[in-house]
Structure formats: C-alpha cells, structure tokens
C-alpha cells in the first residue's frame, strides 16, 4: 500500500513539474516563435503570391478579431492603391492541417494567388503542392466565396496527380477564406480606407 | 573497476562512440546526416537532451520507484525534448524546418533511454553528466563526420561551401536513404579496422 502511494506521488509530481515548465517556456517563446514562422514560411510565401507589390505586405498588416481570435491580414499595395488583402486559412490534409495564404483582390473580388505555408504532407507527394505552381494557379481570377472542388468531387479544380487529399485540402481552406472574407469584408474596407503606404 | 571522471567522459568519444560502437540511434543518424549542419544541430539536440536527462534521473535516482522508473524516465525525457523544441523554433526556425519530425522523435532515441537506464540510474550526478556529455558529444561528431561526407559527395559542398568547383558531377546517391547505409556501413567497416577489431 505505501508503495502504491509513493508510485502515485512521484508520478504526479513529476508531471506536474514537467507540465509547469512546458507551460513557462511555451509562454516565453510563443511571441519569438510566431515572428520566426512569420519571417520563414509566411513571409515567402507571402512575397510570391504579392508578387510586384509596391510595398511591404509583411510589414503592412493589421489584426482583426474573427470569432474572438486575433487574425492577420497582409495588405498589398498595386498601381498606387491598396488592392490585395492576403489571409491564411487551414483545410485539413493527409498528415494534418495545410496552412494556405490566400490573397484576394479588393476592387474586384477574386482571388488574386494562393500559397501553401505549413503543412506535414508526405514529401515528394502531398508536399508538391509547395512548388506545383500549375496547381495553385489554376485559383486565380476565380470568384471568391464560389464552391472550389477537385474533380473528383465534382468541382474545376484539376488535383494534383496522387495527392488528391492534399489538393482537397488547399480547396477546403480557400472555400473558408471565402467564407471568412465575406464575414469580415465591411471591416476590411474600413481598415483600407484609413490605409497609408 | 571504478573509472575516474575523464574515463566516463571520453568513453563516450571513441570506445562507446554511439552509432559506430554501440550502434545506436540510427533512425536519426540515418535521416539526418544530409548536410553537416543538420548532423551536428541533431547531435547538438540530443546532447542537451541526453546531459539534462542524465542529471535529473540521477539526482531522482533514490526517489523513483523501480516498478515505475522507466515511465519516470520518459516524463524527464520528453519534457526536455520538448523544451529543445520550442527553444529551436524560437531561435533556429531554418534547422527547426530542416529536421522537423526527428527532433521529437529524440523521446524514442535508445542512446537517451540507454543511458539513463543503464548509467544515470546507477551513479552519482557529476558521473553522469560527464557520461551524458561524452556521449553527446561523440553522438554529435559521428553525425557531423557523416553528413560531412555524404554532404561533400553528394552536394559537392561543405557546410553550405563549395568544395570542388562547377565542374563537379554531384553523386546525389550520398544524400538518397540508401546512401546513408552506404555510408554508414563504409564508415563502421573503417572504424573496426583502425580500432582492430
């Protein structure tokens, strides 16, 4: 019986512990980590979907609250005005959630490129989708908030040759940014018409 | 035979040298030996991991119950692996990016389980951090040496710099998964000889 008690104790109390200085290092890094995945993966990717810009879209950003969580919307500026606003969303993939950046041309409401951030796919297979570029293209000028679909599933989209739950998976998060945009567009005019490049 | 500490330390670097000796750890050591820098940031993570894990299973040595200790173990373990992770994302996100699944994986590396089972559990804490240190070490060095030859036939380059020039026909082969068989049995075939086995 006491050792019974003392096996519990002690393993209580190490998790805890453990559990306590997870919790204090997470906290202290988080900041630090966010701005790194900014700077790594989001800041390319970005870069290539606001490709001539005129300015900064990662410096030119601002935070909206969407459904009491802090989002971040990348602006990007062309022929002198800001045009572009680009938003990451997440469809769920084949070994976890893709991260996809989708940028959407104010003026006209289309999809202006979508890129691929964070993802687990498996490499040399769903892990294309980081440098398939006809893949990806294949959403530009479409409407947004308009039903995208593989194929398969009925819909334009040609998927990506045996990654079709990875493609699924870029169509589901641009589907949500749809969705998304829809639900905050009146706060984004307002965030824009206030813009200063 | 008691050993003296630098006994303990420097066993670590040539007579139980981890992969080639004691053979040990080979999924990382397989995975990850591409380039050097990536060898000696997995080896330098495992170290951390190895001296911090090897300290607290020391110190505890008395406390934790025998029916429990492997569990008590794996606690310690995967709490400073986890530490090693958040701590690579906030301040080495590139080689954070490059080694990805394989730096938690550290949890199921046998050399860290190994030694705390086997030596930590049995000696005082100076002792063992000298042997987790060693071990580290030359943990760190075979996977430097490794991915230092697979990087310079396979790339053409060291540590990111080019060795031999332009005209250099890269043998991608070193830098596949086969090649780091290859590679590593070539390695251990070298080893045995100069150690005259």
Not at chain 2, 133 to 162: P, Q
Not at chain 2, 180 to 188: D, R
Request: hydrophobic residues 45%; glycine residues 12%.
């Amino acid at each position: 019986m006491r050792e019974m008690v003392k096996m519990v104790l002690v393993l209580t109390i190490l998790s805890s512990f453990s559990g306590g200085l997870l919790a204090a290092i997470r906290n202290n890094t988080q900041d630090r980590i966010d701005s790194q995945v900014l700077k790594f993966v989001k800041g390319p990717a970005i870069q290539k979907i606001m490709e001539g810009a005129s300015n900064n879209p990662i410096q030119d950003r601002f935070a909206l609250q969407v459904e009491g969580k802090e989002k971040n919307f990348f602006v990007g500026v062309f022929d002198g005005a800001p045009r572009v606003i680009a938003f990451e969303t997440k469809g769920s993939g084949y070994g976890g959630d893709v991260g996809t950046m989708v940028a959407v041309n104010v003026k006209t409401g289309r999809i202006h490129g979508v890129s691929v951030t964070t993802h687990n796919e498996t490499p040399g297979v769903g892990a294309r989708v980081e440098t398939h570029e006809d893949f990806k293209n294949q959403f530009r000028g479409i409407e947004i908030g308009t039903e995208t679909k593989v194929k398969k599933d009925g819909g334009g989209i040609t998927a990506m040759s045996g990654a079709t739950i990875t493609s699924r998976a870029v169509c589901t998060a641009v589907r949500k940014a749809g969705d998304l945009y829809n639900k905050v567009k009146p706060r984004i005019r307002e965030q824009l018409s206030t813009f200063s490049g | 035979m008691a050993k003296t500490l630098a006994q303990e330390f420097t066993k670590g670097l040539w007579e139980e040298i981890p992969p080639f000796r004691l053979v040990l750890g080979l999924c990382p050591v397989l995975a990850v030996t591409k380039s050097v820098a990536n060898g000696l940031g997995m080896g330098i993570a495992t170290t951390f991991v190895l001296v911090c894990s090897n300290l607290l299973v020391s110190l505890l040595r008395n406390v934790i119950p025998s029916k429990i200790r492997i569990a008590c173990y794996i606690i310690i373990i995967a709490t400073f692996v986890t530490v090693v992770e958040l701590l690579m994302q906030a301040f080495a996100y590139p080689l954070y990016l490059q080694l990805g699944i394989f730096i938690p994986l550290i949890v199921v590396n046998c050399i860290v389980l190994g030694r705390a089972e086997a030596f930590a559990s049995k000696h005082n804490p100076i002792y063992s951090i000298a042997d987790g240190l060693g071990i580290g070490i030359g943990f760190t060095l075979s996977l430097g040496a490794l991915g230092a030859v697979r990087e310079v036939l396979g790339e053409g380059t060291f540590y990111g710099m080019e060795v031999f020039g332009s005209s250099f026909e890269p043998f991608t082969f070193m830098v596949e998964a086969p090649g780091a068989f290859v590679c590593l049995g070539l390695m251990l075939c070298l080893m045995n000889l100069a150690g005259g086995r």
